[in-house]
Structure formats: structure tokens, C-alpha cells
């Protein structure tokens, strides 16, 4: 299984940006899909998860309101959509896969989660 997240990069605060994380070696419609993220000397973050279907999704409280999941079964990739960027959204953001019912417990964490992929830097500037 092999996931790859692009599209980080430098913006300053209040722009926007798009995450893509395309996925291979896997059945990618069934998998509920993630987006982590880790600030430097942080921990690990959950921000934002789509069912298998698409048509669940749950957003973290830090980016409520700022970010979108959404996915293309068609084509094995999921998204993460960012605006009204903040200096604190600043870090290493990895998408993840899982089959399990880990989507649905009430606090996310990335404990269980199957498949990792290597994260795309994220950096806003204030």
C-alpha cells in the first residue's frame, strides 16, 4: 500500500491550499481516509476523516469551518482543502487509510490506524 500526500508548500496567512493524497495497492472505496497532522515538537494531530463513501466526514475543532475533506473514488485520492490558513496550521500533514471502524470512535486519534503515508510540509508564514 503506498500513500502519497503533495501539495504543501509556503502561503501566507489567510490563503488558501489543497492537499492531495493518492493511494495504490488497495481497494481505495473501501477505506475510510485521514488527514494528520504534526507540528514541530507537537504531537500528532488528527484534522480531518472521510468514510469510504464519501458522504461522512469529520472535521477537527482547530479547522472547523476552514477545512474540507472530500474524495474521488474514481481516481484513489482523497483531499484535504485549507483556507483562511493560520500560522499554527504550520506542520507535517500525512494521510492515512483504514478499514476498521476507528472512524466512528468519539475522540480520533491516529491509534489503529492501518496504512500511513509520508507527509507534505505545510508552512504559514504570518
Known amino acids: 500500500v503506498q500513500l502519497q500526500a503533495y501539495g504543501g508548500g509556503l502561503v501566507q496567512a489567510g490563503g488558501s491550499l489543497r492537499l492531495s493524497c493518492a493511494a495504490s495497492?488497495?481497494?481505495?472505496?473501501?477505506?475510510?481516509m485521514y488527514w494528520f497532522r504534526q507540528a514541530p515538537g507537537k504531537e500528532r494531530e488528527f484534522v480531518a476523516a472521510i468514510s469510504w463513501s464519501g458522504r461522512s466526514m469529520r472535521i477537527a475543532d482547530s479547522v472547523k469551518g476552514r477545512f474540507t475533506i472530500f474524495r474521488d473514488n474514481a481516481n484513489n485520492t482523497v483531499y484535504l482543502q485549507m483556507t483562511t490558513l493560520k500560522p499554527e496550521d504550520t506542520a507535517v500533514y500525512c494521510c492515512?487509510?483504514?478499514?476498521?471502524?476507528?472512524?466512528?470512535?468519539?475522540?480520533?486519534?491516529?491509534?489503529?490506524?492501518?496504512?500511513w503515508g509520508k507527509g507534505t510540509l505545510v508552512t504559514v508564514s504570518s
Open positions: 492515512a487509510a483504514d478499514l476498521s471502524d476507528n472512524f466512528y470512535r468519539t475522540h480520533m486519534t491516529a491509534d489503529g490506524i492501518e496504512y
Open positions: 495497492g488497495l481497494t481505495f472505496s473501501t477505506y475510510a
